[in-house]
């Protein structure tokens, strides 16, 4: 069984700054991809960002020279460092770590921004 501790959300002005953790725990194969992926009110989870265990990284266009995801240095964390914040930034921020075998979902975590 994997569990997915996600902290950082918050509500920041436009323009602002804030860094989401992620940390994994369980069963999970060395070779694994991490991501962060965006739900706002009433539309789809879309990623946001993603590395690899080996760290390739793959960012949503959209948040592409602000957004920094990055391993750390525990074992199977990830962190994404969000700059430059706007608006439609704004929703339920969730991780994500999946291997060949499984996907498993943190709980979520807030990003409010307000204009």
């Known amino acids: 069984q994997v569990q997915l501790v996600e902290s950082g959300g918050g509500l920041v002005q436009a323009g602002g700054s804030l860094r989401l953790s992620c940390a994994a725990s369980?069963?999970?194969?060395?070779?694994?991809?991490m991501g962060w992926y965006r739900q706002a009110p009433g539309k789809q989870r879309d990623l946001v960002a993603s590395?690899?265990?080996?760290?390739?990284?793959n960012y949503a266009d959209s948040v592409k020279g602000r957004f920094t995801i990055s391993r750390g240095n525990a074992k199977n964390t990830a962190d994404l460092q969000m700059n430059s914040l706007k608006p439609e930034d704004t929703g339920v921020y969730y991780c994500?770590?999946?291997?060949?075998?499984?996907?498993?979902w943190g709980q979520g975590t807030q990003v409010t921004v307000s204009s």
């Open positions: 994500n770590v999946r291997d060949r075998y499984l996907s498993s």
């Open positions: 369980g069963s999970i194969f060395d070779i694994n991809v």
């Open positions: 590395i690899s265990s080996a760290g390739t990284t």
